[in-house]
């Protein structure tokens, strides 16, 4: 199975978590790339594709809808999704699930399919 694992990180978080997911499915030889380095023309080279964010507003951040918007419709590959926040308490399981909510309608637009969400 041919792995990407790609994010958008603003402050280091989420390129921590992208390279530790990395490190967790080493034996699958993962390649990990920031979000501006990836040409989303390329992306029917992989068969799953791990894109993470930061809660921005309880949604993706503008980079990642961006990117997810670009995907070519009935991909092959699959998603999996995650995502990184700041948010304290409660309010956490709200913003991820907000963020989860408008990445998987985009992605159901685009007939792709999201094997998981976490955040």
Do not use: R, W
Not at 60 to 72: E, H
């Amino acid at each position: 199975m041919k792995i990407l694992i790609t994010y958008f990180s603003q402050t280091g978080n989420t390129e921590k978590v992208a390279k530790s997911i990395g490190e967790g499915i080493s034996g699958e030889n993962p390649i990990i790339k920031a979000i501006n380095d990836v040409d989303v023309n390329s992306l029917t080279d992989y068969d799953l594709i791990f894109l993470g964010t930061p809660v921005h507003g309880n949604s993706l951040s503008k980079v990642a809808k961006k990117f997810l918007k670009a995907c070519p419709e009935n991909a092959p590959y699959k998603f999996a999704l995650f995502s990184t926040h700041g948010t304290p308490g409660t309010q956490e399981k709200t913003a991820a699930s907000g963020l989860f909510k408008s990445a998987t309608k985009i992605l159901t637009k685009s007939n792709i399919s999201a094997v998981e969400t976490f955040s």
